[in-house]
């Protein structure tokens, strides 16, 4: 297999591989909402998050997948809301959302702390629907929130499914969002596939069986960190994430990500030890040579707790680290 150089993957990728039918409407939804943030002077986060599918077929039958649950991206765009930024929360469909992820279907199924009682003034009225005493002060933080968020229309909401939606999305949005300068931050929490089953090498059909076993061969995803660095979004603050299971590989790995791409931060994460230990790998100070790379340990304990007295998220102490050094950049020497 010949290896592309990134640009050139990228634009062959985009030259090759057909756009999402609604993407002409999601872009006009992200300009209106960036126009408005831009008025307002404000920062704004793109965040991605949860798994991206590969499909096999072109009608749609067999795809591939993986596990991410969105929880890292929902959690973080919460934590960023709450830190004055207005947030585009690109996710796959029917992953965790910020707000709702507290009542999650299947962890905290919401239904649970709902309770019927008889109207006390008509029996012949309906029912009221009350809130588990337990349950109240949780709920009525969350709801608070949220719709605080849903009145000043500070979170702007995309979805994906698959890979080729993701890139497509990410590229455009990249775009719209450059007009922001060094205001806009990209926090790329999405788990992207590394592969992919270009159109013009998929079945139209359902893949058949009675052949024997299945052999596919998969292109490499093209590396869009950099055009979208270098072209896309030159000024932005990029923060990307790098998922290993292998300990031992995540800080070099996090590592070649910084160099080869040179962004701002690479965030590692184990995934079995991601809830409560990340590793920042950044530039000691940006434009210095690749090796002068700093590593910094983001540690909680199982059983710490925030101000409330809840059970404390990783993602509070990373978006707060981030916040104060995307203003460092705001405020930092242009080169
Ligand atoms: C991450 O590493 C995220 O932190 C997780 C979050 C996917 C682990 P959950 O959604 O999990 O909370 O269940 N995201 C990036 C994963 C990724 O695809 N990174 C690429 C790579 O590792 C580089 S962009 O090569």
């Not at 590969?54 to 890292?72: C, I």
């Not at 596919?216 to 932005?236: C, F, H, N, R």
Request: charge should be neutral; glycine fraction near 6%; hydrophobic fraction near 40%.
């Amino acid at each position: 297999m010949t290896t592309l150089d990134s640009d050139e993957s990228a634009e062959s990728y985009f030259g090759t591989q057909l756009p999402p039918p609604t993407l002409d409407q999601d872009i006009a939804g992200v300009r209106s909402f960036v126009h408005r943030q831009r008025g307002l002077n404000r920062k704004v986060v793109l965040v991605t998050s949860g798994g991206t599918t590969v499909p096999l077929e072109l009608n749609v039958v067999r795809f591939l997948d993986n596990f991410s649950a969105g929880t890292r991206g929902a959690t973080s765009a919460e934590y960023f809301l709450k830190a004055g930024y207005a947030v585009i929360f690109m996710h796959r469909q029917f992953s965790l959302q910020p707000f709702s992820r507290h009542y999650s279907h299947s962890t905290n199924p919401f239904l649970d702390f709902l309770e019927i009682e008889p109207n006390p003034d008509k029996s012949s009225a309906p029912p009221n629907i009350t809130v588990t005493r337990s349950e109240r002060d949780g709920l009525l933080d969350v709801l608070t929130a949220y719709k605080s968020v849903q009145q000043s229309g500070l979170l702007h909401t995309l979805t994906f499914v698959n890979v080729n939606e993701y890139l497509w999305l990410l590229r455009a949005v990249s775009q719209e969002l450059s007009v922001l300068g060094r205001s806009v931050l990209y926090y790329l929490a999405a788990a992207v596939s590394d592969f992919f089953l270009p159109r013009q090498k998929m079945s139209e059909h359902k893949i058949q069986s009675g052949k024997g076993s299945l052999l596919i061969e998969m292109d490499q995803v093209p590396k869009i960190l950099k055009p979208m660095i270098d072209e896309w979004s030159p000024d932005g603050f990029v923060v990307s994430f790098k998922l290993e299971t292998d300990p031992a590989l995540l800080v070099p790995k996090s590592r070649a990500a910084l160099e080869r791409y040179g962004h701002h931060l690479v965030i590692g994460n184990d995934l079995h030890r991601r809830k409560h230990e990340v590793v920042f790998v950044s530039r000691e100070h940006q434009g210095t040579a690749a090796r002068d790379v700093g590593i910094n340990w983001l540690r909680i304990s199982g059983d710490a707790v925030n101000a409330r007295g809840h059970p404390k998220e990783i993602e509070e102490d990373i978006v707060a680290e981030l916040t104060k050094r995307h203003q460092a950049w705001i405020e930092g020497p242009r080169s």
